[in-house]
């Protein structure tokens, strides 16, 4: 079986690829025009965003990656990825699985050049590709190279993207798609991470980990309503499963954004932008807007939830201790530990260190 990365395997490629005609006026239903044959499953940088200046743009690489393949050798992996990365000053965090390889990690350009080039020499990766966003700051405290059953975590059994998958739609169609009436819209993310944004007219499932995922759709018969289902998430991991699951349960005409909301947000402009609010990131960078800008959120420490300028101002906020998302469910133990902990990493600061637990 070949693996799926930079172009679509044959048993993709086979259900041809999907692009969505710009209808002027008031009929927007998208037109769809199959392509037989091989496609790039999503690219790199655009060239103004590589031109940018570094200074300007951030110092710091952070490169995006995941990719589905037969990885039967990935506990002997480990070891050696996680040298490369330490020998070139990455941090982040790299899981590795059967079916192999997600995460995202930062680093100086050279860097993040020489980790992804070994990661590819491995006959496996030979495939992959990446996105890449940039960082004022180094968004990750440390290096993590875990072992995992899955590398992203829906729990359901024999669910493979390399057999099945819904069919990607590159971001320029995208709005054509969630326009028309004849198609669903699901956002496959997490709880906190829909309520700092989503895309306009889209169902929020309301689940606080993938895992809920399955149940949710096996209990909305409802979707069953319209002929078309599209999906989407951060950068299109959950979506290869989603999309593969929703297919495996009988939904015939299932797509799914190519890259994600960070390709959208990379590609498409503003003022066309069906996207409302910021894209919440698993990095110290919290959010990102468009043109993949660093957002202003901030996290708070004790519930991970990102949190507005408004909410910081709530009497609930106290940094590193509680917010308004958490405050009612902590005791007053709880913040009394938690305050403790952040009088280490205020001394931590002081001493010009990094406190682990920050």
Known sequence: MKARGEEVCSARSSQGHVEFDRIQGADRNAKIVAQQGPRLYF?????SLQSIRHEESGAFCVA????FTRFPRFEDFRAELDAVARENGIKGTLLLAAEGINGTIAGTDEGIAKILAFIRSQPEFSGL???ESRAAKMPFLRMKVRLKKEIVTMGVENIDPNKIVGTYVDPKDWNALISDPETIVIDTRNDYETAIGIFRGAID???????EFPDWMRNNPGLHNKP???MYCTGGIRCEKSTAFAKEMGFDEVYHLKGGILKYLEEVPAEESLWDGACFVFDERVSITHGLKEGEHTLCHACRYPLTAEEVKSPKFEEGVSCPHCY???????RDRYRQRQKQIAL???RGEKHIGS
């Open 43 to 47: 690219g790199s940088m655009t060239d």
């Open 228 to 230: 078309k289902l599209a």
């Open 328 to 334: 009612d469910s902590r005791t007053e133990a709880d």
């Open 64 to 67: 995006a990656l995941y990719h």
């Open 129 to 131: 590709v990446h996105k």
């Open 348 to 350: 931590a600061k002081k």
């Open 205 to 211: 499932p309301n689940i606080k980990t993938f895992r």
